[in-house]
C-alpha cells in the first residue's frame, strides 16, 4: 500500500534491524565499554548466579567435563540438573571464553539485542508499516520491566522475556506455512525455551502460546488444521528432544525436590496488594526519603506511560476485535496476580500453576501483550489518511522516542558498573575456609532474633565464588531430603518440617551437633556475639571490619568471626551400628531419636547388615572435586562406610575399581558396605538421563537438518 511504501523507502527490515541494534547498544552502553561487572545491592547475578559459573568453569578446567554436582551449597547438590545454571544455554559459552564481569555483561546485552529482534520479526508479520514493528521492537527491548531485570539480576527470567515473541513467531510461521522449515524452526526456537533457565515464565509463556495458537485455528475453521495441528505437534516434539540433555536432569532433579509439595500460601508468597496497582501509573522506583525500593520489580503493574493513548487509538482501527482480545488477556493476567477465586481454582485445576510462587510475574508476559497492543495503535495511527509521507515519518521517530526516554528517565541511571574485585572482597577467612585450606565444609550462623544475618558473614550464593563448600544455600530447587535433614539438624523434631520449598536454608539453632559433624562440618562463621563454644567450637579468628556483600544492602563493613569445630567425622567415617528403614516417615524418625552420626539408619540394605562386625578403622580423601572424589579406607573388618556426600539418584560408586552398591544413610546422606583391608573408594556423580539426553538431542539434530536440507523444506508453502 502508498502509505506503507513511502516509510519503507527509508525503513526496510535490514535497516530496521540495523537500527534496533544500534538503539539497543547505544541504551545498554555500560554492559560493553568497561571490564566491570553490572551491580546493584539487590543482584541474584552477585548473590548467586556467579557462584554457578564459577563452578562450571572450575569443573570444566579440572576435569574436562561440564559440572553435575555443586558441591558449594546444600552439602552438595545438582549443578546441571539446576534449571538456572544454564549451562547448555548458547549464550553460557561467553563465561567459558571471558572474564566473568565481561562475559556477565554480553550476557545481558546479547538477550536485550534477542529480545529487540525477536518483537520485531513477531510485530513484522502482522503490521502494515515497518516502523510499527521497529517501535515495537524497542519499546520491548527497552520496557522498564526488563531493565529492571538488569538491576535485580534475574538472568535466567531475561532469556525467556527475549524468547516469547520468538516463540509466537515460530509459531505463526507454522500456522501461515506449514512447510518443512517452518517445523524446524518451532523446533529450534522451542529448544531454546527449553534450554533457558525460568521455567516459570516458560510455563506462562506455554500457555498463552497454546491459547493463541487455539484462538487462530478456530478463526481459521479448526477443522480444516489437523495437518496444522500435527506439524506444530512435530515441531514441539523435536525441541523437546534437542533439549533433552538439560530437560531430563531438571526433571530428574524436580522429582526428589521440595517443588513436589505444593502450599497455596507458597504460591501467594509476596503477591501483591490493592494499592500496588497504583504501578501502573507509576513504578515508584524510589522511596520518599531517596533510595531504591526494595524488590520494584516485583508486583509491579508498570507497562510505560506512553503505551497508553497508543492502547486508546488501536480500538480506532480496523483490528478492533485483535485489541480487546489484548486488552482482555492483559487483565485478566492482572486479576491472576490477586489472590482470587480464579487463581484458587486455577491452583486446584490447571496442571503446573501450583509449581511456582507469585503468578504477579505473569506480568512479564503481559508486557509482550502490552506492547503489541499499542503496535496496533501506531500502525493505525501511521495508516492515517490526513498525514503525508514526511509527517509520518516523523510520527514514527517520536512514537520510537518514546519508549527509549521513559526508560531513560526511570530506569536507566540504575544501571551501573563496579570491579568485580570490589563488590565481592576477598579477606583473610576466606583463604582459611576455601578447598585449598579446608578439607570439610562451613556453616553460616546467626542470632536467632535474625536468622538471615547468617547471610551477611558468607552469602551463600558466592561461597562457590571464594572455592568455599557450604552446608547452607539458596536455590529454586532444593533437595527435599536434605531440606529435611537440615531442619531436624536445627530444631531437632520433625514438627518443624515446612512441607514447602526453603529457598534459603539460614541456621539460627543447632539441636543436633552430631548431625553437623556428620556433614563434616570443620568451620562455623557468623557474628563475633554468638556463643557456639558450648558444641564444642572454638573461636579462631574474628576482625571487627570486614566488606562484605550483603543481599538488598550492598558492600557493607561488618564484623565477623570464624569457629573451628572440634572433632570432625570427616569425608567419610564408619558406623558403630546400622538399622534398616523402609519409609521417608521412619528415617525421619530415626534422625531425631539417634543420639549418634554413626547409628546408621539404611534404605534397602538386606543380608549385608548381619556380616558387619563394626571393627571401624580410617577413611581420607586422596582426590576432592567436583564430579568425582577417591578416598583412601583402612577397615579393620567388615564395616558400613558412611560418606559425607549428600544422596542422590545419579552417584555410582567403585571399590578397588570393581562397582559398590551405595545406599541412603541417615535420610540424606550416602553410604556402602566395606571390607577387611586397605582400599580405594571412588565416588563419581553420573546423570543417566543426560546420556539419554544427547541420545534424543542427536536424532533431533538429524531430524532438523533433514528438515532444512530436503527440497520440500526450500520449497515453499502456496499461499
Given at each position: 500500500?502508498?502509505?506503507?511504501?513511502?516509510?519503507?523507502?527509508y525503513?526496510?527490515?535490514?535497516?530496521?534491524?540495523?537500527?534496533?541494534?544500534?538503539i539497543g547498544?547505544?541504551f545498554?552502553?555500560?554492559?560493553?565499554?568497561?571490564?566491570?561487572?553490572v551491580?546493584?545491592?539487590?543482584?541474584?547475578i552477585?548473590?548467586?548466579?556467579?557462584g554457578?559459573?564459577?563452578?562450571?568453569?572450575?569443573?570444566?578446567?579440572?576435569?574436562?567435563?561440564?559440572?553435575l554436582?555443586?558441591?558449594?551449597m546444600?552439602?552438595?547438590?545438582?549443578?546441571?540438573?539446576?534449571?538456572q545454571?544454564?549451562?547448555?544455554?548458547p549464550?553460557?559459552?561467553?563465561?567459558?571464553a571471558?572474564?566473568?564481569?565481561?562475559?556477565?555483561?554480553?550476557?545481558?546485552?546479547?538477550?536485550?539485542?534477542?529480545?529487540?529482534?525477536?518483537?520485531?520479526?513477531?510485530?513484522?508479520?502482522?503490521?502494515?508499516?515497518?516502523?510499527?514493528?521497529?517501535?515495537?521492537?524497542?519499546?520491548?527491548?527497552?520496557?522498564?520491566?526488563y531493565?529492571?531485570?538488569i538491576?535485580?539480576?534475574?538472568?535466567p527470567?531475561?532469556?525467556?522475556?527475549?524468547?516469547?515473541?520468538?516463540?509466537?513467531?515460530?509459531?505463526?510461521l507454522?500456522?501461515?506455512?506449514?512447510a518443512?522449515?517452518?517445523?524446524?524452526?518451532?523446533?529450534v526456537v522451542?529448544?531454546?525455551?527449553?534450554?533457558?533457565?525460568?521455567?516459570?515464565q516458560?510455563?506462562?509463556?506455554?500457555?498463552?502460546?497454546?491459547?493463541?495458537?487455539?484462538?487462530?485455528?478456530i478463526?481459521a475453521?479448526?477443522r480444516?488444521?489437523?495437518?496444522?495441528?500435527?506439524?506444530?505437534?512435530?515441531g514441539?516434539?523435536?525441541?523437546?528432544?534437542?533439549?533433552?540433555?538439560?530437560?531430563?536432569p531438571?526433571?530428574?532433579?524436580?522429582s526428589?525436590s521440595?517443588r513436589?509439595?505444593?502450599?497455596?500460601?507458597?504460591?501467594?508468597?509476596?503477591?501483591?496488594v490493592?494499592?500496588d496497582?497504583?504501578?501502573?501509573?507509576?513504578?515508584?522506583?524510589t522511596?520518599?526519603?531517596g533510595?531504591?525500593?526494595?524488590?520494584f520489580?516485583?508486583?509491579?503493574?508498570?507497562f510505560?506511560c506512553?503505551?497508553l493513548?497508543?492502547?486508546?487509538?488501536?480500538?480506532?482501527g480496523?483490528?478492533?476485535?485483535?485489541?480487546?482480545?489484548?486488552?482482555?488477556?492483559?487483565?485478566?493476567?492482572?486479576?491472576?496476580?490477586?489472590?482470587?477465586?480464579?487463581?484458587?481454582?486455577?491452583y486446584?485445576?490447571?496442571?503446573?500453576?501450583n509449581?511456582?510462587?507469585q503468578?504477579?510475574?505473569?506480568?512479564?508476559?503481559?508486557q509482550?501483550?502490552?506492547?503489541?497492543?499499542a503496535?496496533?495503535?501506531?500502525?493505525?495511527?501511521l495508516?492515517?489518511?490526513?498525514l503525508?509521507?514526511?509527517?509520518?515519518?516523523?510520527?514514527?521517530?517520536v512514537m520510537?522516542?518514546?519508549?527509549?526516554?521513559?526508560?531513560?528517565?526511570?530506569?536507566?541511571?540504575?544501571?551501573?558498573?563496579?570491579?568485580?574485585?570490589?563488590?565481592?572482597?576477598?579477606?583473610?577467612?576466606h583463604?582459611?575456609?576455601?578447598?585449598?585450606?579446608n578439607?570439610?565444609?562451613?556453616?553460616?550462623?546467626?542470632?536467632?532474633?535474625?536468622?538471615?544475618?547468617g547471610?551477611?558473614?558468607?552469602?551463600?550464593?558466592?561461597?562457590?565464588?571464594?572455592?568455599i563448600?557450604?552446608?547452607n544455600?539458596?536455590?529454586?530447587?532444593?533437595?527435599?531430603d536434605y531440606?529435611?535433614?537440615?531442619?531436624?539438624?536445627?530444631?531437632?523434631?520433625?514438627?518443624?518440617?515446612?512441607?514447602?520449598?526453603?529457598?534459603?536454608?539460614?541456621?539460627?539453632?543447632?539441636?543436633?551437633?552430631?548431625?553437623?559433624?556428620?556433614?563434616?562440618?570443620?568451620?562455623?562463621?557468623?557474628?563475633?556475639?554468638?556463643?557456639?563454644?558450648?558444641?564444642?567450637?572454638?573461636?579462631?579468628?574474628?576482625?571487627?571490619?570486614?566488606?562484605?556483600?550483603?543481599?538488598?544492602?550492598?558492600?557493607?563493613?561488618?564484623?565477623?568471626?570464624?569457629?573451628?569445630?572440634?572433632n570432625?567425622?570427616?569425608?567419610?567415617?564408619?558406623?558403630?551400628?546400622?538399622h534398616?528403614?523402609?519409609?521417608?516417615?521412619?528415617?525421619?524418625?530415626?534422625?531425631?531419636q539417634?543420639?549418634?552420626a554413626?547409628?546408621?539408619s539404611?534404605?534397602?540394605?538386606?543380608?549385608e547388615?548381619?556380616?558387619?562386625?563394626?571393627?571401624?578403622?580410617?577413611a581420607?580423601?586422596?582426590e576432592?572435586?567436583?564430579n568425582?572424589?577417591?578416598y583412601?579406607?583402612?577397615?579393620?573388618?567388615?564395616?558400613?562406610?558412611?560418606?559425607?556426600?549428600?544422596?542422590?539418584?545419579?552417584?555410582?560408586?567403585?571399590?578397588?575399581?570393581?562397582?559398590?552398591?551405595?545406599?541412603?544413610?541417615?535420610?540424606?546422606?550416602?553410604g556402602?558396605?566395606?571390607?577387611?583391608?586397605?582400599h580405594?573408594l571412588?565416588?563419581?556423580?553420573?546423570?543417566?538421563p543426560?546420556?539419554y539426553?544427547?541420545?534424543?538431542?542427536?536424532?533431533?539434530?538429524?531430524?532438523v537438518?533433514l528438515l532444512?536440507?530436503?527440497?520440500?523444506?526450500?520449497?515453499?508453502a502456496?499461499?
Amino acid at each position: 500500500m502508498p502509505t506503507a511504501n513511502a516509510i519503507g523507502a527509508y525503513l526496510t527490515t535490514r535497516r530496521s534491524l540495523l537500527l534496533l541494534v544500534l538503539i539497543g547498544m547505544g541504551f545498554l552502553y555500560p554492559l560493553w565499554t568497561t571490564s566491570d561487572i553490572v551491580y546493584s545491592k539487590h543482584s541474584d547475578i552477585i548473590s548467586e548466579h556467579l557462584g554457578t559459573k564459577v563452578i562450571e568453569r572450575e569443573a570444566i578446567s579440572t576435569e574436562g567435563r561440564i559440572p553435575l554436582w555443586n558441591p558449594s551449597m546444600n552439602a552438595g547438590m545438582p549443578a546441571l540438573a539446576n534449571p538456572q545454571a544454564m549451562y547448555l544455554f548458547p549464550f553460557d559459552l561467553l563465561f567459558l571464553a571471558l572474564p566473568l564481569g565481561i562475559a556477565t555483561n554480553l550476557v545481558i546485552l546479547l538477550n536485550f539485542l534477542l529480545a529487540g529482534v525477536a518483537m520485531f520479526l513477531f510485530s513484522r508479520r502482522y503490521f502494515s508499516h515497518p516502523a510499527t514493528a521497529l517501535i515495537c521492537g524497542v519499546a520491548y527491548m527497552l520496557s522498564h520491566r526488563y531493565l529492571a531485570m538488569i538491576y535485580s539480576g534475574w538472568l535466567p527470567k531475561m532469556s525467556m522475556f527475549a524468547l516469547t515473541p520468538l516463540l509466537f513467531w515460530a509459531c505463526d510461521l507454522v500456522l501461515e506455512r506449514p512447510a518443512r522449515r517452518t517445523i524446524a524452526a518451532v523446533a529450534v526456537v522451542g529448544a531454546l525455551t527449553l534450554l533457558q533457565g525460568d521455567m516459570q515464565q516458560l510455563y506462562y509463556a506455554a500457555v498463552a502460546c497454546v491459547l493463541w495458537i487455539l484462538l487462530r485455528l478456530i478463526a481459521a475453521g479448526w477443522r480444516q488444521q489437523g495437518g496444522t495441528i500435527g506439524r506444530l505437534a512435530v515441531g514441539g516434539l523435536l525441541a523437546v528432544m534437542l533439549a533433552a540433555p538439560a530437560l531430563l536432569p531438571r526433571l530428574q532433579f524436580a522429582s526428589v525436590s521440595t517443588r513436589t509439595e505444593v502450599s497455596y500460601d507458597f504460591l501467594l508468597r509476596d503477591s501483591p496488594v490493592p494499592a500496588d496497582l497504583l504501578t501502573f501509573f507509576s513504578p515508584h522506583d524510589t522511596n520518599p526519603d531517596g533510595g531504591v525500593r526494595n524488590g520494584f520489580w516485583e508486583n509491579n503493574f508498570y507497562f510505560g506511560c506512553w503505551l497508553l493513548p497508543l492502547w486508546l487509538i488501536a480500538f480506532l482501527g480496523k483490528k478492533r476485535r485483535a485489541a480487546l482480545l489484548l486488552a482482555l488477556g492483559i487483565g485478566a493476567i492482572v486479576v491472576l496476580c490477586f489472590d482470587t477465586v480464579v487463581v484458587r481454582t486455577f491452583y486446584d485445576h490447571l496442571p503446573g500453576f501450583n509449581l511456582f510462587r507469585q503468578p504477579s510475574r505473569l506480568l512479564l508476559l503481559a508486557q509482550f501483550a502490552a506492547v503489541f497492543l499499542a503496535g496496533l495503535g501506531a500502525d493505525t495511527l501511521l495508516g492515517a489518511g490526513f498525514l503525508g509521507p514526511r509527517s509520518r515519518l516523523a510520527l514514527a521517530g517520536v512514537m520510537l522516542l518514546a519508549p527509549v526516554l521513559d526508560s531513560a528517565l526511570r530506569i536507566a541511571p540504575l544501571i551501573t558498573t563496579e570491579p568485580l574485585a570490589n563488590v565481592l572482597p576477598r579477606h583473610s577467612y576466606h583463604d582459611l575456609l576455601d578447598r585449598q585450606h579446608n578439607e570439610g565444609r562451613v556453616l553460616a550462623i546467626a542470632p536467632t532474633s535474625s536468622p538471615s544475618w547468617g547471610r551477611a558473614a558468607l552469602l551463600y550464593g558466592t561461597a562457590a565464588y571464594f572455592g568455599i563448600d557450604m552446608v547452607n544455600g539458596v536455590t529454586a530447587l532444593e533437595l527435599r531430603d536434605y531440606s529435611e535433614y537440615f531442619t531436624i539438624l536445627k530444631y531437632g523434631t520433625t514438627s518443624a518440617l515446612l512441607h514447602r520449598p526453603m529457598g534459603w536454608s539460614d541456621c539460627s539453632q543447632i539441636a543436633k551437633p552430631e548431625m553437623l559433624r556428620a556433614l563434616d562440618v570443620r568451620y562455623i562463621i557468623g557474628d563475633p556475639s554468638l556463643y557456639v563454644e558450648a558444641m564444642g567450637a572454638e573461636r579462631i579468628w574474628q576482625s571487627p571490619r570486614n566488606a562484605v556483600f550483603i543481599f538488598y544492602q550492598g558492600v557493607r563493613s561488618i564484623p565477623v568471626a570464624v569457629w573451628r569445630l572440634g572433632n570432625p567425622l570427616g569425608p567419610a567415617y564408619f558406623a558403630t551400628s546400622v538399622h534398616p528403614v523402609e519409609s521417608d516417615a521412619q528415617s525421619l524418625q530415626s534422625l531425631v531419636q539417634s543420639s549418634s552420626a554413626l547409628d546408621a539408619s539404611v534404605f534397602g540394605i538386606g543380608g549385608e547388615a548381619r556380616r558387619l562386625d563394626f571393627s571401624g578403622g580410617n577413611a581420607a580423601f586422596i582426590e576432592r572435586g567436583f564430579n568425582r572424589y577417591r578416598y583412601r579406607i583402612e577397615s579393620g573388618g567388615n564395616n558400613f562406610l558412611i560418606l559425607s556426600q549428600v544422596w542422590y539418584p545419579g552417584w555410582r560408586a567403585t571399590l578397588d575399581g570393581a562397582p559398590v552398591k551405595l545406599y541412603r544413610t541417615n535420610h540424606a546422606l550416602l553410604g556402602c558396605v566395606v571390607p577387611r583391608g586397605t582400599h580405594e573408594l571412588v565416588l563419581e556423580m553420573t546423570s543417566p538421563p543426560l546420556l539419554y539426553g544427547l541420545a534424543a538431542a542427536a536424532l533431533g539434530t538429524a531430524a532438523v537438518v533433514l528438515l532444512l536440507s530436503s527440497k520440500a523444506g526450500r520449497r515453499q508453502a502456496p499461499e
